[in-house]
């Protein structure tokens, strides 16, 4: 009988001009705001974010989200002014360090000074929902783009999550991003897509959307997931009282997360932590024999997919 974890997997896809290792990237987030669910207020100032960064990258992270709007459900959205004096020092530091950077932001506005700033990918949790412009600005700067599933803003998505099934309707609402990505003259080998966990989803949604995950191949790009610290987590690993798991706490099971999303063939995983993510996946790509021993990650990198 078929193993049901790896009979439906997802195929190996690259992004142009992003590197291509034998096991899937790992994205380090660095949140500059006061108010994110994971890590928010840890960074006070510009520098604390870069540190930050620069840790990530030392502990094997293959490029940084940088972020300036907390989507944690019910937050409300910082001025366009606020977003952009968080998060341009930030990126134009750590990319005048040589960092690959992304700019998680749903801004036309932001996206268009990040990649100035000298950011290469836009991670934009509303797949161009929020701000449709941001395709025509991603598509005119030829940049890489993550279009993530999503319904609504923070303060009210959790009202609409409801689904008949989640995995068919996620992909078939991704399906209509891409294309709106595509129209707007986004180049297709600059495009990922990612389900979105926790967005105007339920635990269970999440679990179902993991358990399928391979299904999402049918949208023929390659799939970025950010699981790390979610409350989904939390509840699983909830005390003998129900009380949720805290959220620095929840490290180890998202490392067995990444281990099982590195089975099914994920683009990236997005991370609060990197080291022990990197060592996951070198130890999937090894036992799957993509890896020469001691040679996956940075040092057994396979190039630059241009
Ligand atoms: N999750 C958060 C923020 N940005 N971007 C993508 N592409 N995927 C995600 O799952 C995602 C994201 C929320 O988590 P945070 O507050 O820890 O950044």
Redesign the pocket.
């Known amino acids: 009988m078929p193993d049901r974890l790896t009979e439906h997997r997802l195929e190996r896809r690259s992004v142009r001009g992003l590197p291509v290792l034998d096991r899937p990237l790992v994205m380090g987030?660095v949140?500059v705001t006061p108010d994110?669910?994971?890590?928010g207020g840890r960074f006070r100032g510009p520098e604390d974010a870069v540190a930050h960064g620069l840790a990530l990258l030392a502990e094997g992270a293959d490029l940084l989200d940088i972020?300036g709007e907390?989507?944690?459900p019910g937050a409300t959205r910082p001025l366009v002014s606020e977003e952009l004096a968080r998060v341009i020092p930030v990126i134009t530091a750590l990319a005048e360090d040589g960092a690959l950077v992304s700019v998680?932001t749903m801004r036309a506005e932001v996206a268009d000074a990040a990649l100035d700033a000298g950011a290469t990918v836009v991670?934009d949790?509303s797949g161009g929902l929020a701000d449709p412009d941001i395709l025509r600005v991603v598509a005119d700067r030829d940049a890489a783009y993550?279009a993530?599933h999503w319904r609504a803003h923070a303060d009210t998505m959790q009202q609409r999550a409801s689904y008949a099934d989640v995995v068919t309707e996620v992909c078939e609402e991704l399906r209509r991003r891409v294309d709106a990505a595509l129209e707007a003259g986004v180049a297709p080998d600059r495009l990922v897509v990612?389900p979105?966990?926790?967005f105007a989803k339920t635990a269970d949604h999440n679990w179902e959307l993991l358990r399928r995950l391979g299904e999402l191949d049918v949208l023929g790009l390659p799939v970025?997931?950010?699981s790390?610290?979610k409350s989904f987590l939390g509840a699983l690993l909830a005390d003998d009282e129900g009380r949720p798991r805290p959220v620095l706490d929840r490290e180890d099971a998202n490392v067995a997360l990444t281990t099982l999303a590195g089975l099914l063939g994920v683009w990236a995983v997005?991370v609060?932590e990197a080291r022990a993510g990197v060592d996951a996946l070198k130890v999937v790509a090894r036992w799957q024999g993509r890896a020469e021993f001691g040679r996956s990650g940075a040092a057994g990198k396979v190039g630059e997919d241009e």
């Open positions: 987030v949140n994110s669910f994971s890590d972020g907390s989507t944690r998680d991670n949790v993550v993530m990612d979105g966990l926790g970025l997931i950010g790390s610290r997005r609060h």
